[in-house]
């Protein structure tokens, strides 16, 4: 009796040699592909970077001018192309130039013939937004020419607020005291004063080491002081800065602000201009 012949199975598979060269053939398409993606995304890191670095330099900017607007006027001054430094200001207001009732003890409104410790301000002070308010050791300036005798960086025309409260001879003003008593030197045409606020007297924007700094309440100098010890840069990329300030029109200046700001080998430049009022 013949027995039958077994059945058998045949099996296929991958060789060595095979699955090496299906991984050298998958590296080679990879490269290839790699090289072909690499530019488009180095440009798409390329481009948010340089969007991200314009941001920070139109943001820096505009912080800039909204402070140089608000800035005491004639008190812009530069220190070399580096610095730009400012007296600001919390508001302004008009002062009574005549007595409500002409009397020696009225005393509401502002004399410049002797020493006065106090003027009624026309309108309310709590009436204003909470960071416009008149406060007590905010320094009073009248008329500031930013000259010899005239110049708020002396002291010429200004006093420390010693008191803010409502008239007592109107209840639509707000009487101004300041101690100690103060000569101004010289009137108002318009009857306007300017008050600087008490916690930040004097700011000044200064290129040092590379980046730029906002540098405030370090007392007033005869020019802008190098960075306040702990003071932070006001952004992370590195800075370069030219500031510069033309003030031939009496009543009006106009700062010219040029910066680049750097970061990972990208640049970005910027100029921009700020029309300041010099109506004191």
């Given at each position: 009796?013949?027995?039958?012949?077994?059945?058998r199975?045949?099996?296929?598979?991958?060789?060595?040699?095979?699955?090496?060269?299906v991984?050298?053939?998958?590296?080679?398409?990879?490269?290839?592909?790699?090289?072909?993606?690499?530019?488009?995304?180095?440009?798409?890191?390329?481009?948010?970077?340089?969007?991200?670095?314009?941001?920070?330099?139109?943001t820096?900017?505009?912080?800039?001018?909204?402070?140089?607007?608000?800035?005491?006027?004639?008190?812009?001054?530069?220190?070399?192309?580096?610095?730009?430094?400012?007296?600001?200001?919390?508001?302004?207001?008009?002062?009574?130039?005549?007595?409500i009732?002409?009397?020696?003890?009225?005393?509401?409104?502002?004399?410049?013939?002797?020493?006065?410790?106090?003027?009624?301000?026309?309108?309310?002070?709590?009436?204003?937004?909470?960071?416009?308010?008149?406060?007590?050791?905010?320094?009073v300036?009248?008329?500031?020419?930013?000259?010899?005798?005239?110049?708020?960086?002396?002291?010429?025309?200004?006093?420390t607020v010693s008191?803010?409260?409502?008239s007592?001879?109107?209840?639509?003003?707000?009487?101004?005291n300041?101690?100690p008593?103060?000569?101004?030197?010289?009137?108002?045409?318009?009857?306007?004063?300017h008050?600087?606020?008490?916690?930040?007297?004097?700011?000044?924007?200064?290129?040092?080491?590379?980046?730029?700094?906002?540098?405030?309440?370090?007392?007033?100098?005869?020019?802008?002081?190098?960075?306040?010890?702990?003071?932070?840069?006001?952004?992370a990329?590195?800075a370069?800065?030219?500031?510069?300030?033309?003030?031939?029109?009496?009543?009006?200046?106009?700062?010219?602000?040029?910066?680049?700001?750097?970061?990972a080998?990208?640049?970005?430049?910027?100029?921009?201009?700020?029309h300041?009022?010099?109506?004191?």
């Open positions: 009796m013949a027995w039958p012949t077994p059945h199975t045949h099996q296929a598979g991958f060789t060595l040699v095979e699955l090496v060269m991984i050298v053939i998958l590296g080679v398409i990879g490269g290839t592909v790699a090289v072909f993606m690499k530019g488009p995304i180095d440009a798409y890191f390329d481009t948010a970077r340089r969007a991200g670095i314009a941001d920070v330099a139109d820096t900017v505009r912080r800039m001018a909204r402070d140089l607007r608000k800035a005491l006027p004639n008190s812009i001054r530069l220190s070399g192309t580096q610095c730009i430094e400012f007296i600001p200001t919390r508001m302004g207001g008009r002062y009574r130039a005549q007595d009732v002409p009397s020696p003890t009225d005393n509401t409104s502002l004399r410049f013939d002797i020493a006065d410790d106090r003027f009624n301000m026309l309108g309310i002070n709590t009436a204003l937004p909470a960071d416009q308010r008149v406060q007590v050791n905010d320094l300036a009248v008329y500031n020419l930013g000259i010899a005798g005239a110049s708020a960086y002396a002291g010429d025309n200004t006093a008191a803010v409260a409502v007592a001879a109107s209840a639509s003003e707000t009487q101004i300041f101690s008593a103060k000569q101004f030197p010289l009137e108002s045409p318009s009857r306007r004063f008050v600087i606020p008490f916690d930040e007297s004097v700011v000044s924007y200064i290129c040092a080491g590379g980046k730029l700094y906002r540098n405030t309440n370090y007392g007033y100098a005869s020019s802008c002081p190098a960075p306040t010890a702990g003071t932070t840069p006001i952004i990329s590195e370069s800065c030219s500031f510069a300030y033309d003030a031939s029109d009496m009543r009006n200046g106009l700062a010219k602000l040029s910066l680049t700001f750097s970061s080998g990208e640049s970005v430049s910027i100029y921009h201009e700020v300041v009022n010099n109506t004191p």
